[in-house]
């Protein structure tokens, strides 16, 4: 036993740095979950809306990115709600850093607000254009709605795809954040970008699901979520298995994560509770021609949130100081 | 102060006998707040009685040569300054933390005030011809502190001369913190 070992720190205990980072509390993996949430909210309508010619019907498909832009907002504040210098949350908009995903989301989150916002007055109905061109009127702003109306038809279908596009960064960058960060194996996957866009897409299904849908929308977006579920566990297991071929750093998150300290919320709330069971749900109610349980998009929310929890706590345990 | 100055420090763990002076005079030289340091004392004890070996390393930021702090700081905030020294601008930063949890040493801590903080290689000493306060204050001398473009500084020539090690090279941050071995 010659590689005993015994590393004794002194004169340190930082708070919020030792003896492992806490940096990072509730704010950021429920602003991870709402920015995902609105990514999927605004992304599924538009593909929808592209793939069959046709506007969505159900007054919740309409105004969804309306809806996406209220969540984001809600995880921006969650956001602002973090930083430890709140007066200089403005220094984010006077530089662009390329090297860096959380400048390169910022950016984003500010194109996500006139794609929702114009997107969600294309799909008002004509009665609804009506009432808010009066109330727009009483401010003597009804020319801006007019204006703003005839621009949110003109440019539909750029507009569709920005928000596919915007919203496809969005959910990628915020799995990026965590997964370019070589200091934390438990985050540095690549995997970590396109996993949290899939369950961005898995959760923003579910909630629609929780609005009233029309009967032919909502066979579709369960369909669809039953293929980002699908999707969500092949990336977990790619995860997974990019941990478990990697180096020591790599082999201790695969660990940490199957049969450490996280593996009992991972297994419970993420893959059994946020994916498996909602996965057999939707089948059998698909299958079975069932009314569909609020019961499965709730547990699809509740997998997502634990997702980017488990995440983040076992992410910032997990530091080079366990390998000296 | 020229651009192409590479600033390192080098640390003779065989001398060093971690006392601590080097963070006390840290803090006194930084006004570092209670219950911070910017830098610190690792002892590591190897092996089984009576077979043991020991290394005392003090330890800080190791101003990387590709400093992940930077590359993922979104508003320029952390920066590379004069001879490769990484700082942080008080004014631009946002206290985000990005990058206290890309640094793969965790020498970075957020100061009471809202930015965050870390050891500057004392740069406001050094452009005074000064020495770091801790090179400064070492009883052992073994804490050593120079440019290591400059062939004939005593950096360079105790890493030519001794055996050496950087803390997780695999991280491929390429630090200038060396210790001899």
Redesign the interface.
């Known amino acids: 036993?010659?590689?005993?070992?015994?590393?004794?720190?002194?004169?340190?205990?930082?708070?919020?740095?030792?003896p492992s980072?806490q940096?990072?509390g509730w704010e950021i993996p429920v602003y991870l979950f709402l920015g995902g949430l609105a990514a999927g909210v605004l992304i599924l309508p538009a593909l929808l809306e592209l793939l069959s010619g046709k506007k969505p019907k159900s007054m919740a498909l309409r105004l969804a990115p309306w809806l996406s832009a209220v969540l984001l907002s809600l995880g921006m504040g969650a956001l602002f709600l973090?930083?430890?210098?709140?007066?200089?949350?403005y220094?984010?908009y006077?530089?662009f850093?390329a090297?860096?995903?959380?400048?390169w989301?910022?950016w984003i989150l500010l194109l996500v607000y006139p794609v929702a916002l114009l997107l969600g007055l294309g799909g008002l109905t004509d009665d609804e254009r009506q009432r808010l061109g009066a109330f727009a009127g009483k401010y003597r702003l009804a020319s801006l709605v007019t204006w703003a109306l005839g621009h949110a038809d003109a440019l539909r279908r750029p507009l569709l795809w920005a928000a596919v596009i915007v919203g496809a960064g969005l959910g990628i960058y915020t799995g990026i954040?965590l997964g370019?960060?070589?200091?934390?194996p438990q985050w540095n996957s690549a995997i970590l970008g396109p996993l949290f866009l899939t369950s961005g897409l898995s959760t923003g299904a579910a909630l629609l699901l929780l609005l009233r849908l029309d009967e032919h929308e909502r066979h579709v977006v369960v369909r669809w979520d039953v293929g980002a579920i699908l999707a969500e566990l092949v990336l977990i297991a790619v995860l997974l298995v990019g941990f478990a071929t990697g180096?020591r750093t790599s082999q201790h998150a695969f660990w940490h994560l199957t049969s450490g300290p996280w593996a009992a919320p991972f297994w419970s709330l993420v893959v059994v509770t946020g994916l498996g069971v909602p996965l057999a749900l939707e089948a059998i109610e698909i299958r079975r021609r069932l009314p569909l349980a609020m019961l499965t998009p709730i547990l699809v929310l509740i997998g997502g949130l634990s997702l980017r929890f488990v995440l983040m706590i076992s992410g910032?345990a997990s530091?080079?100081?366990e390998?000296? | 102060m020229s651009r192409d100055k590479r600033y390192a420090m080098v640390v003779d763990t065989r001398l060093c006998v971690a006392c601590k002076a080097c963070v006390l005079a840290c803090k006194g030289e930084n006004a570092v707040p209670d219950g911070f340091s910017r830098d610190w004392l690792v002892e590591e004890v190897r092996g089984w009685f009576p077979h043991l070996t020991a290394e005392n390393r003090s330890e800080r930021c190791n101003h990387c040569a590709k400093p992940p702090c930077v590359a993922s700081c979104p508003t320029g905030a952390s920066h590379v300054s004069d001879g490769g020294v990484v700082l942080v601008t008080h004014d631009k930063c946002t206290g985000c933390k990005a990058c206290i949890a890309s640094c793969p040493y965790d020498s970075r801590y957020p100061h009471p005030d809202g930015y965050v903080d870390k050891c500057t290689f004392c740069l406001h000493r050094v452009q005074d011809g000064k020495l770091p306060a801790c090179v400064e204050v070492c009883p052992t001398f073994c804490l050593h502190f120079g440019d290591l473009n400059d062939p004939q500084s005593e950096v360079s020539r105790l890493l030519r001369e001794r055996k050496f090690k950087v803390l997780h090279p695999e991280t491929g941050c390429q630090p200038n913190v060396f210790f001899l071995t």
């Not at chain 1, 973090?82 to 949350?89: M, N």
């Not at chain 1, 090297?99 to 400048?103: E, H, I």
């Not at chain 1, 370019?180 to 934390?184: G, Q």
């Open positions: 036993m010659n590689d005993a070992m015994l590393e004794i720190v002194h004169g340190r205990a930082n708070a919020q740095i030792d980072l940096v990072w973090d930083l430890s210098y709140k007066l200089h949350v220094r984010f006077l530089a850093e090297t860096s995903p959380m400048s989301g910022s954040l370019a960060m070589a200091a934390r180096d910032q530091s080079f100081r390998f000296p």
